[in-house]
């Protein structure tokens, strides 16, 4: 596990996006996001002139930043070299930070950070839909995603204000280090009816409450719920 002090990054770019129709259905997306020139204002709500197509399941306060690993990249150019133009073209899971080192193995719910002027904490993991699919022009790559846990995370806005070129990501607090984000992704993605494990996350005051809900929900229903409509498939069944 990655200590305290040891994530100490510069950040060199964020990446904004506004939006488009995508599929069939002419759906509405902000998940094609490029680099866009710093300093950028952070509020509540994420990056100013950032932009979410359906803010029932994007975006809003528990979902203001969506950063992604660097480092998977190359595990998916690797994996798939089909995909490396999509991949070259950065953001290409639609987040707005992507940094090395940061993976979901050694990051964890409730992390605080310090970027610039702005205090950020992680509130959960991504659960990928189905625009991915469309962006990757792969029907299972929302699958593909949750199957790997390469998922990203996003964060919560503890304090509004500017980040520039050169501003630096600092861990500065670390509450609950037995929850990576990965051990999250493995729960939820594994069909887990763990009671432990559920109960654990049920009570996570940190997580964000759309995540506790589901755990809470398993714990009654002993029923894992449907992924088809978020992935577009239902891999489970």
């Not at 991949?87 to 992507?98: H, K, R, T, V, W």
């Not at 792969?138 to 995370?153: E, F, I, S």
């Not at 806005?157 to 500065?172: A, D, N, Q, R, T």
């Given at each position: ?11 060199s ?7 488009v129709?995508?599929g069939s ?5 902000g ?12 509020t509540?709500?994420?990056?100013v002139?950032?932009?979410q197509?359906?803010?029932k399941n994007?975006?809003g306060?528990?979902?203001?930043i969506?950063?992604?690993?660097a ?7 690797s994996?798939?070299?089909s ?8 953001s290409a899971f639609g987040e707005?930070?992507?940094?090395p080192l940061?993976t979901?193995?050694n990051v ?6 310090r970027?610039?002027?702005v205090?950020l ?8 839909c189905?625009?991915l ?8 790559m929302?699958w593909?995603?949750?199957k790997t846990?390469?998922?990203?995370w ?7 204000g ?7 990501m600092?861990l500065?607090?670390r509450?609950h280090p037995d929850w990576?984000i ?6 939820i993605?594994s069909?887990?009816l763990?009671?432990d ?11 964000s409450?759309?995540?506790r ?5 398993r ?5 894992v ?6 992935l577009?498939?239902?891999?489970q069944?």
């Amino acid at each position: 596990m990655t200590t305290v002090n040891q994530i100490h990054l510069t950040v060199s770019e964020m990446n904004v996006g506004g939006i488009v129709a995508i599929g069939s259905t002419r759906s509405p997306t902000g998940i094609f996001k490029r680099a866009t020139a710093g300093p950028w204002l952070i509020t509540n709500d994420g990056l100013v002139d950032d932009h979410q197509g359906d803010r029932k399941n994007h975006g809003g306060p528990e979902k203001a930043i969506h950063q992604y690993p660097a480092d998977s990249y190359a595990t998916w150019r690797s994996e798939y070299p089909s995909m490396s133009s999509i991949l070259d073209e950065g953001s290409a899971f639609g987040e707005n930070l992507c940094l090395p080192l940061m993976t979901e193995e050694n990051v964890c719910v409730g992390d605080i950070y310090r970027l610039g002027g702005v205090v950020l904490q992680i509130s959960q993991g991504r659960q990928p839909c189905w625009k991915l699919n469309l962006k990757f022009d792969r029907p299972d790559m929302a699958w593909l995603v949750q199957k790997t846990g390469r998922t990203g995370w996003y964060y919560r806005v503890i304090k509004s204000g500017s980040i520039e070129v050169g501003s630096v990501m600092e861990l500065v607090e670390r509450p609950h280090p037995d929850w990576t984000i990965a051990r999250l992704n493995t729960v939820i993605a594994s069909c887990s009816l763990a009671r432990d494990d559920l109960s654990e996350i049920a009570a996570l005051s940190l997580l964000s409450e759309s995540w506790r809900s589901l755990a809470r929900r398993r714990l009654q229903s002993r029923v894992v719920e449907s992924w088809s409509k978020r992935l577009g498939q239902n891999p489970q069944n």
